[in-house]
């Protein structure tokens, strides 16, 4: 399967670039979508199209667009999180409705009850659990159905993330910053720690870029370079070279080549402009990369090389995709989401296996998964 360059370039009618699926890791709820619960340690592909675009894996369960816009999810669906209009779990791919608008769909490592996703209208949809105004619809409630996020039509990237509960983090196209969900320790960056059940924007400045969020931990760059962090610090989480919470944005340093950041269980890393790859937070599995295991509060590089590109973070593993095509994780393996074949953890970046043709990567609480363009 990885020793083959043998692959079908497809795209849809309106130019979207799609390409095969691959899953591995945890699979007791069916995450993987490969028609049953059997955990994989290497990389096995999503059945046999080569029009996937999009993925978000996540803990219990995965939602990926095609590149026709169709919206697809399978694995654990107790809270309506799959999007189906029911409960019921699916180990395989099923369609969320029958649009074909579906754009990017937003979830990240510790979201194991809802999802998000923008339609090429810049409009966002959410749905499963409603805890703690998780999906900002002004209310409580769970929705096993996408329901519209207010009436904007400008959003360009959201992401949710899970301590307990959930928070998300959504930027605009014209640069301004929402929260809403959770916010135990100020991670909505609203100098207080008061749950939002709608998104409320982060101070007043139009110049956020890409948002990232953790366990607790929000993260993100501005137009002008800079990275700011704010919410729970244990463990250096924020990167502020102490382990002070935060409910409001603090920069990350003085630097002004900050580019793609992601975050994960206390950790969080990103990627700067010269291709170099920094982490910071938590390190007790290897998580940060850095062929050690001492935790870091403030960004330390990862090895020497300049061609990182797209960095992705699980609970307590890490992957990046490099300029060249290739993938490479590290951190804990004990269900095999590093995609070595085996449990190993690795403290440094292992690649998995050989191919140069990596281009969508996502990891889950303890799944990992690629699309190959």
């Given at each position: 399967?990885?020793?083959?360059?043998?692959?079908?370039?497809?795209?849809?009618?309106?130019?979207?670039?799609?390409?095969?699926?691959?899953?591995?890791?945890?699979?007791?709820?069916?995450?993987?979508?490969?028609?049953?619960t059997t955990y994989y340690s290497s990389p096995v592909q999503v059945g046999a199209l080569t029009t996937w675009s999009q993925i978000a894996t996540t803990?219990?369960?995965?939602?990926?667009?095609?590149?026709?816009?169709?919206?697809?999810?399978?694995?654990?669906?107790?809270?309506?999180?799959?999007?189906?209009?029911?409960?019921?779990?699916?180990?395989?791919?099923?369609?969320?409705?029958?649009?074909?608008?579906?754009?990017?769909?937003?979830?990240?490592?510790?979201?194991?009850?809802?999802?998000?996703?923008?339609?090429?209208?810049?409009?966002?949809?959410?749905?499963?659990?409603?805890?703690?105004?998780?999906?900002?619809?002004?209310?409580?409630?769970?929705?096993?159905?996408?329901?519209?996020?207010?009436?904007?039509?400008?959003?360009?990237?959201?992401?949710?993330?899970?301590?307990?509960?959930?928070?998300?983090?959504?930027?605009?196209?014209?640069?301004?910053?929402?929260?809403?969900?959770?916010?135990?320790?100020?991670?909505?960056?609203?100098?207080?720690?008061?749950?939002?059940?709608?998104?409320?924007?982060?101070?007043?400045?139009?110049?956020?870029?890409?948002?990232?969020?953790?366990?607790?931990?929000?993260?993100?760059?501005?137009?002008?370079?800079?990275?700011?962090?704010?919410?729970?610090?244990?463990?250096?989480?924020?990167?502020l070279g102490n382990t002070t919470d935060y409910s409001s944005p603090k920069q990350v340093g003085a630097l002004t080549n900050w580019l793609t950041p992601?975050?994960?269980?206390?950790?969080?890393?990103?990627?700067?402009?010269?291709?170099?790859?920094?982490?910071?937070?938590?390190?007790?599995?290897?998580?940060?990369?850095?062929?050690?295991?001492?935790?870091?509060?403030?960004?330390?590089?990862?090895?020497?090389?300049?061609?990182?590109?797209?960095?992705?973070?699980?609970?307590?593993?890490?992957?990046?995709?490099?300029?060249?095509?290739?993938?490479?994780?590290?951190?804990?393996?004990?269900?095999?989401?590093?995609?070595?074949?085996?449990?190993?953890?690795?403290?440094?970046?292992?690649?998995?296996?050989?191919?140069?043709?990596?281009?969508?990567?996502?990891?889950?609480?303890t799944n990992t998964g690629c699309i190959q363009i």
């Amino acid at each position: 399967m990885f020793g083959s360059r043998n692959f079908l370039f497809a795209k849809s009618a309106g130019g979207a670039v799609g390409g095969k699926l691959f899953l591995w890791g945890k699979n007791n709820y069916g995450q993987l979508g490969t028609g049953n619960t059997t955990y994989y340690s290497s990389p096995v592909q999503v059945g046999a199209l080569t029009t996937w675009s999009q993925i978000a894996t996540t803990t219990l369960h995965t939602v990926a667009v095609k590149n026709t816009g169709q919206l697809w999810a399978w694995g654990r669906n107790n809270r309506g999180q799959l999007g189906t209009g029911n409960t019921s779990n699916y180990s395989s791919p099923v369609q969320v409705g029958a649009l074909t608008n579906w754009k990017t769909p937003s979830v990240s490592a510790h979201t194991s009850s809802m999802s998000l996703c923008i339609k090429t209208d810049g409009t966002l949809w959410s749905w499963g659990y409603g805890t703690y105004g998780s999906l900002g619809l002004g209310n409580t409630t769970s929705y096993s159905s996408p329901k519209q996020i207010g009436s904007s039509t400008n959003w360009e990237i959201a992401k949710s993330s899970a301590p307990s509960a959930t928070f998300c983090l959504a930027t605009t196209t014209d640069g301004k910053l929402f929260a809403w969900g959770d916010n135990f320790e100020g991670q909505l960056g609203q100098n207080d720690r008061t749950n939002r059940s709608s998104p409320v924007q982060v101070g007043a400045l139009t110049t956020w870029k890409n948002p990232a969020v953790g366990f607790g931990v929000s993260v993100c760059t501005k137009t002008d370079g800079t990275l700011w962090s704010w919410g729970q610090n244990y463990g250096g989480a924020l990167g502020l070279g102490n382990t002070t919470d935060y409910s409001s944005p603090k920069q990350v340093g003085a630097l002004t080549n900050w580019l793609t950041p992601a975050s994960g269980n206390y950790a969080a890393m990103c990627v700067k402009t010269d291709g170099t790859l920094w982490s910071w937070g938590i390190n007790s599995n290897g998580q940060l990369g850095l062929n050690d295991y001492p935790s870091r509060s403030s960004p330390t590089q990862v090895g020497a090389l300049t061609n990182w590109s797209k960095p992705i973070f699980g609970n307590f593993f890490a992957g990046c995709v490099k300029t060249d095509g290739t993938l490479w994780v590290w951190g804990q393996n004990n269900f095999g989401q590093l995609g070595q074949g085996n449990t190993t953890a690795r403290s440094s970046p292992v690649q998995v296996g050989s191919l140069t043709n990596w281009s969508i990567p996502s990891a889950g609480f303890t799944n990992t998964g690629c699309i190959q363009i």
